[in-house]
């Protein structure tokens, strides 16, 4: 699958409602290089009822519905639909990262097709600290590769 569409209409559907938001997870970790695989689009965003009224906009913008599985303890609403190819989700907590100021500190905007748009992805770091402190089995697995690519990545800066 090319996920480029798909990112692109994201990217725009957040710019268009404003969405302050950084992506985590395995999709930006490859969009880092990292040769690893995702079922889903993460994007950390501050838990706010505004932030929560953009987000359900987003969901309008895509065709999607936005909701909050396993409520209410889950902390993060899933966008789905039968015309996405895969759920986007907007995570209000994840495990290691301390607060949305300091990982987009730490996170690269990323622009493509000549900057017609782009994304804040999180750092590799980040990435890496937040799947360590996951503790999941599937983050586990991950790590070794998500380190090996950060070595390879520090390796060629020099």
Do not use: C
């Not at 889950?74 to 190819?85: I, R, V």
């Amino acid at each position: 699958m090319n996920a480029h569409p798909y990112l692109r209409a994201v990217a725009r559907a957040l710019a268009k409602e404003r969405l302050e938001a950084v992506m985590i997870g395995n999709a930006a970790a490859a969009l880092q290089g990292a040769p690893v695989t995702t079922q889903d689009v993460d994007f950390f965003v501050r838990d706010t009822p505004r932030n929560r009224a953009k987000i359900k906009a987003i969901a309008d913008d895509l065709g999607a519905r936005a909701w909050q599985p396993y409520y209410p303890a889950s902390k993060m609403l899933q966008l789905q639909s039968d015309t996405l190819p895969m759920p986007v989700e907007f995570v209000f907590v994840a495990h290691g990262i301390r607060s949305f100021e300091g990982l987009r500190s730490r996170a690269v905007e990323m622009t493509f097709d000549d900057g017609d748009w782009s994304v804040l992805v999180a750092s590799l770091p980040d990435i890496i600290k937040s799947k360590r402190s996951a503790g999941r089995p599937k983050d586990q697995a991950v790590l070794p590769v998500l380190e090996a690519t950060l070595a390879q990545k520090e390796k060629m800066r020099g």
